[in-house]
């Protein structure tokens, strides 16, 4: 099936460089790492200026135990480079989920459907908007293509997804 999204955009290969920096976010509690992130995703958002960056919600039991949102970290440092106006709450994560890592790709898109919608108050900020769609690491397009999908639901234009690091072997 093809996906619901309009591209991938990443700054590197999810090699153990880039997944040192997703764990030192994530759950080393280091925000600063966004930055860094950031600096490498650049070039990729300059070249959508009047897109809109949305990052990849999580759901409040996770937001409450993480402390922040490493999408919104990632999303807010890319900002401060470009300009682009963040939607911090475009999206609504009203399902939990099991953490998706070790899921295969089947079992990944099962977790996360109907996880995902756009907050009604969102509605007329992304109507013809072209959106990036903000995330760590893009590894099956799973949760990309749920988020795509509520924001072209949701009247949102191109949506293209964002991330620091892309899994690129396909072996889930």
Known sequence: ????????????????????????????????TSKVMAAFMYRHAQRHPQAMLVPVP????????????????????????????????????????????????????????????VSQIAKPAIKGRDILLVDDVYTTGATANVCAQALKRGGAGAVRVLSWARVLKDDL
Do not use: M
């Not at 996906?3 to 925000?31: E, I, M, N, Q, T």
């Not at 070790?102 to 990944?108: C, F, Q, S, V, Y």
């Open 1 to 32: 099936a093809p996906p619901r999204h309009d591209g991938v955009l990443a700054a590197v290969d999810y090699c153990d460089v880039a997944k040192s920096l997703v764990f030192k976010l994530k759950y080393g509690r280091k925000p600063a």
């Open 58 to 117: 999580l759901h409040r039991f996770r937001l409450w135990t993480r402390g922040f949102n490493q999408s919104l970290s990632i999303a807010r440092s890319l900002a401060r480079l470009t300009g682009q106006e963040v939607h911090s709450t475009a999206l609504v994560r009203s399902k939990r989920t099991v953490p998706l890592e070790g899921l295969g790709r089947r079992d990944r898109a099962r977790e996360v459907a109907g996880a995902i919608q």
